[in-house]
């Protein structure tokens, strides 16, 4: 799954998203709305990691929840 189809598919990835980041609120769901550099801003903020973790941590997700 690339990011378009993540961003398409948002609403019904937003459950699988929370089990795996249980940090992010539903309000942080809203704000991200399927766009990858305010999701990984909420990861580095919600999880106080590098913008670099947190690219790697997010894009192994994308490929795993293929």
């Known amino acids: 799954m690339n990011w ?3 961003e398409g598919k948002w609403k019904q990835l937003s459950g699988l998203i929370r089990e795996n980041w249980g940090k992010l609120t539903d309000d942080d769901l809203q704000q991200i709305a399927g766009k990858k550099d305010k999701f990984i801003g909420k990861l580095q903020e ?3 990691m590098a913008k670099e973790g947190a ?3 997010l894009d192994r997700w994308v490929q795993i929840a293929s």
Do not use: D, G, I, L
Request: aromatic residues 12%.
């Open 55 to 57: 690219e790697k941590q």
């Open 4 to 6: 378009a189809q993540m």
């Open 46 to 48: 919600r999880y106080e």
